[in-house]
């Protein structure tokens, strides 16, 4: 069952815990155009969340991001129940292939999209992602960050070349290392 669109929906894992996914997008100051998508999917290997900020302007990204979307689902729900680790990387794996098909088209040559998924099966949790599109656990009032960017800056940080300050206002902060559909060997990380 894939619950989206905008607003909050209530559902409850296998484990009997109380998942309450909710999801508002926003285009912000500088672009007309909205690219996230984002769904929820309750399959036999779990509970997905799934997130995904499309990119590639006009209706690139719009469209990577529901293609995305659309093949994580597709993937999930119809293969049989799998660790949700192995689950997450197939589907976004999936979800590569289908993209980078389609940049092909030279009218959608630039287009892709950030993904990041969290499932959710028994006692088990795995996280997937590619981009800045980011994962956080939130428990006793402590914020943690899951999952770090696959960003050009994220790079220069971990290569000691620059500072967090510096990171923050970097002009290339947002160039991407990492994005479904940007090559057909790509490696997405799973934990």
Not at 97 to 111: D, E, H, K, T, W
Request: proline letters at 4%; one cysteine or more; charged letters at 25%.
């Amino acid at each position: 069952m894939l619950l989206e669109g905008i607003g909050r929906q209530e559902k409850r894992s296998d484990t009997g815990d109380h998942c309450v996914p909710a999801a508002i997008t926003d285009t912000g100051c500088e672009r007309e155009l909205n690219e996230d998508r984002y769904a929820v999917i309750e399959c036999d290997s779990g509970l997905a969340w799934v997130v995904c900020d499309g990119m590639g302007g006009e209706m690139g990204g719009e469209l990577a991001a529901q293609l995305a979307i659309d093949a994580i689902r597709r993937d999930l729900e119809n293969l049989p129940a799998r660790p949700p680790a192995i689950a997450l990387k197939s589907a976004a794996l999936e979800a590569n292939r289908i993209i980078v098909l389609r940049r092909q088209n030279p009218a959608f040559s630039g287009m892709g999209t950030t993904v990041v998924a969290a499932m959710f099966a028994n006692s088990e949790v795995a996280i997937c992602h590619a981009g800045d599109s980011r994962a956080y656990l939130i428990r006793d009032g402590a914020i943690q960050a899951l999952t770090t960017d696959h960003t050009y800056v994220q790079d220069l940080v971990e290569k000691g070349k620059i500072g967090i300050e510096e990171a923050l206002s970097h002009p290339q902060a947002h160039v991407l290392t990492r994005c479904i559909g940007s090559e057909p060997g790509l490696e997405v990380d799973v934990s």
